[in-house]
């Protein structure tokens, strides 16, 4: 899907453009300064306050469009204008949407909401509509009150549009009155000025611009890819009616639907048969969140649908909320087939089982939902997973028991899968601790058998390892607490790293050969790494990789290794205890904190090792599937991993590596 | 087809060579900048610091009795330094010898 991600967050704090030449020289001064002896005599050059240059108004926006929005076509810059007019649709001043996409590739967007304030700012002396149209950061999202669930929430949004255009003309309607300003460049043209009368009750913006093609790499709208998000802001929003029009080739669409997911949801289903017919329908609101879902089962279906959306912005990697639909489901359906005795003696529902060739569509509104991943296209707000499951578990629990009869179709569909699985699983029966060499004394096994379900969890220290242990989900999740630093196997034949114990142990456990290509014998399915988040974590999380690189590739190339990250900071304020994963989001939480209660001043802790967690933050923060951060190590041929690794782990490569120390020294965040 | 189904998740994924060059260099720069290397001050590597600064607290001096060294690791390795033991004895080892490395 499109690249909604630069409207969530920025990717810098914007600003101060440094020059890179520039900060390796300032590193190397530091390095000069440490040193004793050094005889680097770098302070004759020059590095002065003047040397650095504070972009103001829109220029850091032109001068690194790409830190703001997706070059490659000016689709992005159309969802922020088109993001605005939503907002104020979600906040219920306004129910129409018209876009229009001219022939000399410009784009009119008009709604009837309130209009863009036209009065003067207090502080900043300039009226409403040039402030949103020219600084970065302003907006009427932050404090809450204007807008109750609002997708942007970081405000770059629509001055971004201005920046990258270079003409852009806003039509104001608001107390009888039409107003109008222009900008050309990003820089304003025409000042804001009345141009005639409308009714009062006429009230709207009307944003027509001109993308600048040199921003772009192609200067032209994808019109299917509009067509597409209109469509999702037409179904996510009730009542509001949508609305395109291309003059280029004449063609006029319109969408308007009335707040029913499950009307949607069939029409995505097309013709494939559904179980139910009807889509089954929930939907939850309360003064701080909107739950609404629509869900049907198609077996006989090629692409399943699934799509998700937070405050009306597409999450194409899921995430939380997707996560506590699936649980919350599930749960239902087990509880289902349990209170009517469905299930044959011995037959254990898994969540796959239930969830195979379910179709949905989810749409949340939360407040300040919180984003991760490189793309920002998954939702990582952890209260919204027991948000959506609470709600998602009552309602199907209610529906199943309503409508038994389809409920026992649809628990009849699991059943078959399970039991599916178990035969397909015998077939694979994964080696037993009896018939190999014995597993390893540290190893906390899981109970099932099914490799492909198994996870194995490589552990930095007993004591985490411990209580790993505790916070698992025994069924599938191995635990192998690794003590200190494993060793440096990078450039030993594979017959030798035996001779280490901790590499031997993990050689076992995982089931498969140093340098064999057979990975037949693989016992999980998910190899995690899990270390610290502090500089000897990553030590060992290095080493690991080297590891399994050299001998175990098949592994990697496979997806097999995986990386779970564990939280950086632990926020205590009052009783509430939050995590974060890295300092945006820590950031992220702190503002919230504030916003919601001065009284208590939240405490941010970092967390040294896992060993400080208790099991059961542990459990949440990193082991859970449904809440936890995982990411999947992947190799490509032309990216010369192997080269890097050997670089970085090399003995003969100290030379190699003191050169890439000096040059990317500074990008270390300790 | 089917293992792409089975991951609910979404998981994320980065290349492998990207995360460890990062890991690898933010262990490094630690490393250099403040574990390896004495600081030009006063000659003392930060473990070491530690050290004198926890034993200063709790009044030891060379003019002072002896007291077990369990004393201090247990201050440095609470207060200052978050890790292992056995690590901290051979600091203080090193720290004792007239050349220290």
């Known amino acids: 899907m499109e690249l909604f991600s630069t409207r969530r967050a920025p990717y810098t704090g914007g600003g101060i453009a440094v020059n890179p030449a520039r900060q390796r020289r300032r590193f190397a001064m530091i390095r000069a300064a440490r040193i004793p002896g050094s005889t680097r005599d770098l302070m004759a050059q020059s590095y002065n306050a003047a040397d650095i240059e504070v972009l103001s108004g829109l220029e850091p926006v032109r001068r690194r469009p790409g830190m703001y929005t997706d070059t490659t076509r000016p689709n992005h810059l159309a969802h922020e204008v088109i993001d605005n007019s939503v907002d104020e649709a979600l906040g219920g001043h306004c129910n129409e949407l018209a876009v229009k996409l001219y022939k000399d590739e410009s784009l009119e967007v008009v709604d009837n909401g309130r209009g863009m304030p036209v009065d003067i700012h207090p502080q900043e002396k300039v009226s409403g509509v040039e402030l949103i149209l020219t600084r970065l950061h302003a907006g009427g999202k932050f404090s809450g009150d204007s807008y109750k669930f609002s997708g942007g929430l970081h405000g770059v949004g629509v001055s971004v549009v201005n920046a990258l255009s270079k003409h852009l003309e806003c039509w104001v309607r608001r107390g009888g009155k039409e107003y109008n300003i222009a900008f050309k460049d990003g820089r304003i043209s025409s000042k804001l000025e009345a141009i005639g009368t409308v009714g009062q009750r006429n009230t709207g913006t009307t944003v027509r611009f001109w993308p600048d093609p040199k921003f772009f790499d192609s200067d032209r709208f994808s019109v299917a890819e509009l067509k597409r998000v209109l469509k999702a802001k037409a179904v996510l929003c009730a009542g509001l009616r949508v609305s395109f029009e291309n003059e280029a080739t004449g063609e006029k669409q319109e969408w308007f639907y009335t707040g029913h997911l499950g009307q949607y949801l069939s029409e995505q289903l097309e013709k494939a048969e559904a179980l139910p017919a009807e889509p089954i329908t929930g939907r939850h609101e309360s003064a701080q969140d909107v739950v609404e879902w629509a869900l049907a089962w198609a077996p006989d279906i090629a692409n399943v649908v699934g799509e998700s959306y937070v405050n009306l912005i597409p999450t194409t990697a899921g995430g939380t909320h997707v996560n506590g639909l699936r649980s919350g489901i599930v749960d239902a359906v087990r509880e289902f087939c349990e209170f009517r005795n469905l299930l044959p003696r011995g037959l254990k529902l898994t969540a796959e089982d239930v969830w195979d060739k379910a179709c949905f569509v989810l749409s949340l509104k939360i407040r300040d939902p919180q984003f991760a991943g490189q793309t920002k296209e998954k939702l990582s707000s952890r209260e919204a997973a027991a948000l959506v499951e609470t709600h998602a578990r009552d309602a199907m629990g209610l529906w199943l028991n309503q409508h038994p009869d389809a409920g026992e179709r649809i628990a009849q569909y699991a059943i078959a899968n399970a039991q599916e699985r178990i035969k397909a699983a015998q077939r694979v029966q994964r080696k037993r601790a009896v018939n190999g060499p014995a597993l390893p004394g540290k190893l906390a096994d899981c109970t099932n058998q099914d490799p492909a379900r198994s996870e194995i969890f490589l552990v930095e220290g007993d004591s985490a390892g411990g209580s790993a242990k505790q916070a698992r989900d025994k069924d599938f999740q191995a635990i192998m607490p690794l003590r200190g630093k494993i060793l440096n196997t990078w450039e030993l034949p594979p017959g030798e790293i035996g001779s280490s114990q901790e590499v031997h142990d993990i050689s076992v456990a995982l089931g498969v050969d140093p340098g064999s290509a057979d990975i037949s014998g693989l016992r999980y399915h998910k190899v995690c790494i899990l270390a610290d988040a502090d500089s000897d974590g990553l030590h060992i999380a290095t080493l690991l990789c080297a590891l399994f690189l050299r001998h175990f590739r098949p592994l990697v190339t496979n997806g097999h290794v995986y990386v779970a990250m564990p939280p950086l900071y632990r926020i205590d304020a009052g009783k509430q205890v939050l995590y974060a994963l890295d300092n945006a989001e820590r950031d992220q939480q702190l503002a919230r904190l504030a916003a919601e209660h001065s009284r208590s001043k939240p405490v941010v802790t970092r967390f040294k090792g896992l060993g400080e967690m208790n099991p059961s933050q542990l459990r949440e923060s990193t082991i859970d599937p449904r809440t936890r951060r995982l990411v999947q190590l992947t190799i490509d041929a032309r990216d010369n991993t192997e080269n890097l690794l050997d670089m970085l782990l090399a003995k003969k490569r100290a030379g190699d590596r003191r050169e890439w120390l000096e040059s990317k020294g500074n990008l270390a965040e300790i | ?101």
Do not use: N, W
Not at chain 2, 4 to 31: I, N
Not at chain 2, 49 to 67: D, N, P, Q, V
């Open chain 2, 1 to 101: 087809m089917k293992d792409q189904q089975l991951d609910f998740e979404g998981t994320e994924r980065r290349p492998l060579s990207e995360y460890t060059e990062k890991a690898y260099l933010d262990y490094s720069m630690y490393v250099i900048l403040d574990r390896a290397l004495p600081a030009l001050g006063d000659g003392l590597k930060p473990v070491q610091r530690r050290i004198t600064y926890a034993m200063s607290e709790l009044g030891l001096s060379a003019a002072s009795k002896h007291k077990k060294s369990a004393r201090t690791v247990g201050d440095v390795i609470g207060k200052f330094h978050p890790h292992g033991d056995a690590l901290h004895r051979i600091a203080t080892d090193t720290l004792c010898r007239p050349a220290a490395g």
